[in-house]
């Protein structure tokens, strides 16, 4: 029963292009969250989907994010016209029910260099 | 904005030593979670407490969630060097759904 995948491990984009980050939650679980991981800075909640639904964005900066767990396949984090500030570890986590009270299952995340 | 505020942030102890790592916020949790984390991978997550007083044990790990659920510790006895790592706690506010806020992060080191 494989965890949380994501891919790619590692990103290197140019000023100016899109980054797409993709996930794929644990076997049964149909709740993914995606966190941000800024360098020497603590992990900082992006998003939460269900398929074909967004929970809570709250956390996802106004422009160039977006976020998306269609019918069938993984769950998409999408980045356009990334700038050097984007440059983080991106972590999806995923759970069987919408709630921390069962816990997360984070995966290994995407580490997104913009040069 | 709910914050949850970590210390020591760095601890480095000697192998078989005893340690405790806390976790603190003025502001309620509906669940607190405790995770470690590996450099170059993401948290794994070591308990989960939702009562109000509880305590887990885990091995030589113990956790224990607050009684008024604004506050956890984490008690590890007789540490070893594969202890080593970044101890993460991590709240679901009672309002933020399902919503992680994590802790700074504890950096722990345990020399042989």
Known sequence: ?115 | TQLLEQSPQFLSIQEGENLTVYCNSSSVFSSLQWYRQEPGEGPVLLVTVVTGGEVKKLKRLTFQFGDARKDSSLHITAAQPGDTGLYLCAGEGETSGSRLTFGEGTQLTVNP
């Not at chain 1, 965890?3 to 644990?26: T, W």
Request: hydrophobic share 30%.
């Open chain 1, 1 to 115: 029963n494989a965890g949380v995948m994501q891919n790619p491990r590692h990103l290197v984009r140019r000023r100016g292009q899109e980054a797409r980050l993709r996930c794929s939650p644990m076997k049964g679980h149909s709740h993914v969250y995606w966190y941000r991981q800024l360098p020497e800075e603590g992990l900082k909640f992006m998003v939460y989907l269900q398929k074909e639904n967004i929970i809570d964005e709250s956390g996802m900066p106004k422009e160039r994010f977006s976020a998306e767990f269609p019918k069938e396949g993984p769950s998409i984090l999408r980045i356009q016209q990334v700038v050097r500030g984007d440059s983080a570890a991106y972590f999806c986590a995923s759970s069987p029910i919408g709630t921390g009270g069962y816990g997360y299952t984070f995966g290994s995340g995407t580490r997104l260099t913009v040069v």
